[in-house]
């Protein structure tokens, strides 16, 4: 999805995510344990799901950043990634990937819910980075 704000903004806001519950609608409680780095920890709690334990992959400053989660027998990871997409116009998207015996079950139930709140994350992000800059 596009939105109408330029990368520095839009990475001041998705890399930060003890924010998240102030904007984004889905975020019940959000916590970084350390610097927003590899190897650090983030807890998260969205609404209707149980808490969640991730570990920070990867952060490659204002272009993407990946998470993952240990599941029974597999692992849950998640990138999150902006591109520049025109004047004053960032590309975002965050993309699921699930490995092992759940898969499946992740696809089927959590994917529809996850394709259908992303939006209203996405333009979330896109009004708290401009409220921001």
Do not use: N
């Amino acid at each position: 999805m596009c939105i109408s704000a330029r990368i520095p903004l839009d990475w001041s806001v998705w890399s930060d995510p003890d924010s998240f519950p102030s904007w984004d609608p889905r975020e019940q409680r959000t916590e970084l344990t350390g610097p927003f780095a590899a190897g650090s920890t983030i807890r998260s709690r969205q609404r209707g799901i149980p808490q969640a334990e991730m570990t920070v992959t990867e952060v490659a400053p204002g272009e993407r950043w990946t998470i993952a989660s240990a599941l029974p027998g597999g692992t849950l990871t998640f990138e999150h990634t902006l591109v520049a997409d025109g004047p004053g116009r960032t590309r975002v998207t965050k993309l699921y990937e699930v490995s092992g015996p759940m898969s499946l079950a992740f696809r089927c139930y959590f994917g529809p819910r996850v394709r259908k709140a992303m939006p209203d994350t996405f333009r979330a992000l896109e009004a708290e980075a401009l409220r921001r800059g």
